[in-house]
């Protein structure tokens, strides 16, 4: 069982910047790849971002790259997602997971956080 914390949400301004973070508890962190999701009133949940077990394999969302990079320390078992130039359209509950590869489907991932809020104000 992995536990996974999400942490670092709140409201902020569009152009802003906000970093999320993720602590995980239970089995090896690092052995597993970490992903970021984000769920919009009335949308589905959507891919962000994910890592592999280094921080060498990233991939994103076409709508974040450039903007939000995910990252991961494995001393502290920790993820984040620093997010620039924040959009009004980023307004969403943004979860945390844990699987086997940095896939952009959530079915690759077999643990999730119970999400924080993120809103941006235009």
């Known amino acids: 069982q992995v536990q996974l914390v999400e942490s670092g949400g709140g409201l902020v301004q569009a152009g802003n910047s906000l970093r999320l973070s993720c602590a995980a508890s239970?089995?090896?962190?690092?052995?597993?790849?970490m992903g970021w999701f984000r769920q919009a009133p009335g949308k589905e949940r959507e891919f962000v971002a994910a890592i592999g077990w280094s921080n060498i394999n990233t991939r994103y969302a076409d709508s974040v790259k450039g903007r939000f990079t995910i990252s991961r320390d494995n001393v502290k078992s920790t993820v984040y997602l620093q997010m620039n130039s924040l959009k009004p359209e980023a307004t969403a509950v943004y979860y945390c997971a844990a699987g086997k590869v940095a896939a952009s489907t959530e079915n690759a991932y077999d643990y999730w956080g119970q999400g924080t809020q993120v809103s941006v104000s235009s």
């Open positions: 239970g089995r090896a962190f690092s052995s597993h790849a």
